[in-house]
């Protein structure tokens, strides 16, 4: 089974910055997409950034300008720089993959929390 493990959360000063990891671990021949989720408490949990194989990547527009998605493939890692965190930010962080065995699997990681305090 896929396992991703999350890391990077915490909290900061609005302002600041945090980084996200999230690595991917177990069978499939490749990734697909690496994506970064977040969901507040009573929201809808909502994309935030995403990126290809390829290296294409989108963001929500709430976050454009400020985070930066990137991806190691040799690690089979995805990134997240979160820049001039708002508290607004506030939300767990997830991490999610679509790999490819046979067919096509998506996986989620446990969620990182960020909290951005005013």
């Known amino acids: 089974q896929v396992q991703l493990v999350e890391s990077g959360g915490g909290l900061v000063q609005a302002g600041g910055s945090l980084r996200l990891s999230c690595a991917a671990s177990?069978?499939?021949?490749?990734?697909?997409?690496m994506d970064w989720y977040r969901q507040a408490p009573g929201k809808q949990r909502e994309l935030v950034a995403g990126?290809?194989?390829?290296?294409?990547?989108n963001y929500a527009d709430s976050v454009k300008g400020r985070f930066t998605i990137s991806r190691d493939n040799a690690k089979n890692t995805v990134y997240l720089q979160m820049n001039s965190l708002k508290p607004e930010d506030t939300a767990v962080y997830y991490c999610?993959?679509?790999?490819?065995?046979?067919?096509?699997?998506?996986?989620w990681g446990q969620g990182t929390q960020v909290t951005v305090s005013s």
């Open positions: 177990g069978a499939f021949f490749s990734i697909n997409t």
């Open positions: 999610h993959v679509e790999v490819s065995r046979v067919y096509k699997y998506d996986y």
């Open positions: 990126i290809s194989s390829g290296g294409s990547a």
